[in-house]
């Protein structure tokens, strides 16, 4: 199995705190994603790290940010946490070929719940 | 903007029967297709689909991808309770970071 760990696995936290995501690798891969899973939503990227220092938003980054100092880790921030964000948060990793990306691995994801 | 659409959404079978999954796209600069299995936790890898009409074979499980008409197929025979999960297409892109998720098959096998 990939070495991709998330932290915490399970956190609960009140409206309006901030909370901070933790994704840790061992693969030394390059990129490195955080998605989230919702019901009928399927799997919709929140940003992605294609480096370290090089970040990009996905399709449903309002309200978080990330950072990714060294390879192996990439955070994941919510500044101040709402209900809406309450959802099954995963972290993916991904190498590159040479001439596309391999695919991807996922953490055991982190149940977040905002109330 | 990149599409990858599944069907059926959802799926309940007996055991022993055999399925297909279906996973169409719409994508600029295809580069591979990806199948995942997800039971209550993390998506699990299958199949990276990159080339047309060459199967990809795993035990009961099986896939194929036809870029000229811009669809793959996941085929399990012999269905089994394990089986029971939620399916995932997902197409890579050449020259992008992103992956693109369909919504996913939920498949369940009744015994």
């Known amino acids: 199995d990939a070495g991709i760990t998330q932290s915490p696995r399970h956190k609960v936290t009140e409206t309006g705190t901030p909370v901070t995501l933790r994704c840790h690798q061992t693969e030394n891969h390059r990129y490195m994603y955080w998605y989230r899973q919702d019901p009928g939503h399927g799997l919709r990227l929140i940003h992605y790290s294609y480096g370290v220092k090089d970040t990009d938003k996905g399709e449903v980054s309002d309200g978080y940010s990330v950072s990714r100092s060294k390879t192996e880790d990439f955070l994941l921030t919510l500044e101040s946490a709402t209900s809406s964000q309450t959802s099954v948060y995963f972290c993916?990793?991904?190498?590159?070929?040479?001439?596309?990306?391999?695919?991807?691995?996922f953490g055991q994801g982190t149940r977040l719940t905002v109330v | 903007e990149d599409k990858v659409v599944q069907s059926p959404l959802s799926l309940v079978v007996h055991e022993g029967d055999t399925v297909t999954l279906n996973c169409s796209y719409e994508?600029?600069?295809?580069?591979?297709l990806l199948w995942y299995k997800q039971e209550k936790k993390a998506p699990t890898f299958l199949f990276m689909l990159t080339s047309s009409g060459i199967e990809k074979k795993s035990g009961r499980l099986s896939s194929i991808l036809d870029k000229k008409e811009l669809f793959s197929i996941l085929n399990i025979t012999a269905t089994q309770t394990g089986d029971s999960a939620i399916y995932l297409c997902v197409h890579s892109g050449a020259g992008s970071y992103q992956l693109t998720f369909g919504k996913g098959t939920k498949l369940s096998v009744i015994p």
């Open positions: 994508v600029t600069n295809f580069r591979s």
């Open positions: 993916a990793i991904s190498g590159w070929t040479g001439r596309s990306n391999t695919e991807a691995f």
